[in-house]
């Protein structure tokens, strides 16, 4: 097997800070929400919870395992593990060019948000419209659509990538994600208070069994490979510079536990407000895409200095997005470094253009070509589906059965026991042999069949 000698982290708490930079971003902040709030509430949380602790947790450590094993990246590793399993190396490399492009349209989404706070707009987001008409293109001006922000953004990550100061940028949000947390804290406070909002409480926290469907798993599943970065070869990457000698299962716990944790605050800033400005029934939740964008400001207005609150909210919101776009044009960038054997500068300056022009259906598709579908879905949350729903399950099922059943559970087990005793085996082993798999068949057979027309569900 190949093994090569790569420079690592410093330290294993390096490591989590950086996978956890990674992780946590738009996805537990602006997806997490909404999908609690359209798949059912207290049912997608608990589903979502259970494949996080059990799944996740079983994905991530063979990620980081296999990563930290061969000490290549994901094309080259799981080549390494089996030479059948090349193409799944770039299958997975795959999912973050699709994902990069419109990540970068909402980050510029955030970016306009936040913009708008700092010159005194506030009110005006908190008008119910707002949004619809921003993404709409329906506002006066260039600047009153998403297309200059969209390009701001995707600027600001690649100029970050462009001149490696990516440890700068995670310094800071280091130093920003606890105030991140705390600020949550106190919206989701307030918002509990307003009325109608202990309903919509209830609608988050319990689980109302009548609201499951297959839907809600495949919805759950493919947050949490989004939200975890699993299921793309990132953590493989990231594993290939983690340390020999650090707690692997641990630094999993660390990991999982932080990103469960932002998306729950999230959700629970989120999803009693909506209720509450539904009037406390539930059952009128129209949540989708802009469930944030619309929601938040309506609260902040609402908070004694909202509009302070509203701008720092996301400007920290803004710097968890750049961690983790950073992190998903890094990967990119390095592949295009290897397969077109060209500098760092130039592989930059490729991929930016691809992330604009890839982007760009995404970032008019709500406005101008609002009336081109595919699926019966606008682009932006068809590339969200096709990479979540799609394409993460697949990887993560042929990850399962290279590890369970063609290399063997003990190649991960012996990499995470190397120094410590690994304490959830079993429960790794179970479902990487046999409940992943045979979960990732049923949920995306079925929702494969749906999207044919040949099943309803
Ligand atoms: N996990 C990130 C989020 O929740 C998205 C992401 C996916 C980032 C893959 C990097 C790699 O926003």
């Known amino acids: 097997m190949e093994m090569k000698k790569r420079s690592s982290f410093s330290s294993r708490i390096g490591f989590v800070l950086a996978a956890a930079g990674s992780a946590v971003g738009l996805g537990n902040i ?30 991530m450590i063979t990620e980081i395992a296999i990563g930290r094993k061969t000490g290549l990246s994901s094309i080259g590793a799981y080549r390494a593990l089996d030479k059948r399993f090349g193409a799944l190396g770039w299958l997975a490399s795959l999912v973050p060019m699709i994902i990069t492009p419109y990540y970068c349209v909402i980050g510029g989404w955030v970016v306009k948000y936040f913009v708008e706070y700092l010159v005194g707009s506030g009110t005006a987001l908190s008008n119910g419209e707002y949004f619809t008409n921003f993404i709409g293109f329906l506002g006066e001006g260039t600047f009153s659509t998403p297309l200059p922000w969209f390009l701001i953004y995707v600027l600001l990550t690649a100029v970050v990538v462009l001149f490696g100061v990516e440890k700068g940028i995670e ?41 499951f469907s297959f839907k809600t798993v495949l919805a759950a599943m493919g947050q949490m490979f989004y939200s975890m970065s699993l299921a793309m070869g990132i953590m493989i990457t990231y594993g290939s510079y983690m340390p020999k000698e650090s707690n692997l299962e641990r630094s999993v716990g660390q ?47 609402r908070m004694w200095m909202g509009h302070i609150i509203g701008g720092v909210f996301f ?104 120094n410590f005793p690994f304490h959830r085996k079993a429960l790794f082993e179970v479902m990487v042999r046999w409940v992943a798999p045979i979960l990732l068949v049923v949920i995306l057979g079925s929702k494969i069949l749906e999207v044919l027309g040949v099943l309803k569900i």
């Open 30 to 59: 602006w997806r997490f929400p909404y999908l609690a709030a359209q798949y059912g509430g207290g049912i997608f949380l608990l589903v979502y919870l259970i494949l996080a602790i059990t799944f996740g947790f079983a994905l």
């Open 171 to 211: 310094k800071v949000s280091k130093l920003m994600m606890p105030v991140l947390v705390l600020l949550t804290i106190v919206v989701a406070a307030f918002a509990l208070t307003m009325d109608g909002a202990i309903e919509g409480l209830k609608f988050y926290l319990v689980p109302d069994f009548s609201n």
């Open 255 to 301: 990991i999982e536990i932080f990103d469960t944790a932002i998306a729950f605050l999230a959700g629970l800033m989120i999803v009693p407000a909506v209720v509450a400005f539904n009037g406390g029934d539930p059952s009128k939740i129209n949540a989708g895409p802009g469930l944030m964008f619309g929601t938040l400001p309506q609260v902040f207005e």
């Open 315 to 418: 400007l920290l919101v803004l710097f968890a997005a750049l961690t983790s776009s950073i992190s998903l044009m890094e990967t990119v960038v390095s592949i295009v470094c290897d397969k077109l054997h060209c500098n760092r500068k130039l592989a930059t300056v490729i991929v930016t253009i691809g992330v604009l022009l890839l982007g760009l259906p995404s970032c008019l598709g709500y406005g101008p070509l609002a009336s081109v579908q595919i699926l019966g879905m606008a682009f932006l949350d068809f590339f969200d589906f096709i990479s979540n729903s799609v394409m993460m399950p697949i990887v993560a099922f042929f990850t399962c059965i290279l590890i369970g059943h063609i290399c063997g559970t003990k190649l991960v087990s012996d990499e995470v026991e190397k």
